[in-house]
């Protein structure tokens, strides 16, 4: 995964919470369901602490009829 390999270069790259989170829900309003889900996922491997991801990826998950799953992302942090 792309990521895994340069997760740690912040010269190069630039992650933040936040427009991760945004870019998943903006996602999901434009109907990019694989994509959406999978913004948020990653948000919850990086903010592992973050309650506001956990939500986020539950909305991500409910919307696209994954309601038990999303149970799941409430349980979290």
């Known amino acids: 995964m792309f990521f895994n390999v340069h997760k740690d270069d912040t010269e190069t790259y630039y992650k933040s919470e936040q427009e ?16 959406a889900l999978e913004a948020p996922k990653l948000c919850t491997i990086l903010y592992p602490t973050s309650w506001n991801v956990y939500d986020s990826f539950g909305i991500a998950l409910l919307q696209t009829e994954r309601k038990a799953e999303a149970l799941e992302m409430y349980k979290n942090p």
């Open 20 to 35: 991760l989170n945004d870019l998943a829900l903006e996602l999901l309003e434009d109907k990019h369901e694989d994509a």
